[in-house]
C-alpha cells in the first residue's frame, strides 16, 4: 500500500501544494507547527530519508532550500527550520518551519488549527515568490 505521501503526489489525496519537479513534491503540513510549516519529499517512496541516493539526497536538499526561500519571503520569521524526524509517516521528507526561535521547532507544542482558506492563502503567499 502507498504511504499517505505518495497518494498526495498522485493526486489522490488532495494537498496544499506549494512546489513540483519531477522528483520532489512540497506542500503544507495540515497539522502545522506555524503558518507556513512546510513538507518536501521525494517522488520515490523511501522511508528513511538516508536509503535515499547520494543523488536524490541532494537534490532534495536543493528542491527544500528553493522552498524555505520562498517561505523566508511571503512569512515573516527569522529563520525557516528544517527538520527531519522520519517516523510518524514511511516516506522521507523535510520539514521546513519558519522560526521566530528555536522555540518554534518543538514538535510536542501544540499544532495549528487552520482553516482551508487560511491554507490557500498561505500557499499563494510561497507560491508567489517562488
Known sequence: MASIFSRIVAGE???YKIAEDENYYA??????LQKGHTLCIPKREV?????LTDEELAGL?????KVAIAIKKAIP???VGQCVLGLEVPHAHIHLVPMQSE???RFTNP?????PEEFVE????IKKEL
Open 61 to 65: 536538499q536543493v528542491f527544500a532550500k
Open 13 to 15: 489525496i488532495p494537498s
Open 111 to 115: 499544532h495549528l488549527e487552520l482553516t
Open 122 to 125: 498561505i500557499a499563494e503567499k
Open 103 to 105: 522555540a518554534d521547532m
Open 47 to 51: 522511508d528513511y530519508i538516508f536509503d
Open 77 to 79: 520569521c527569522v529563520k
Open 27 to 32: 506542500f503544507l503540513d495540515i497539522s502545522p
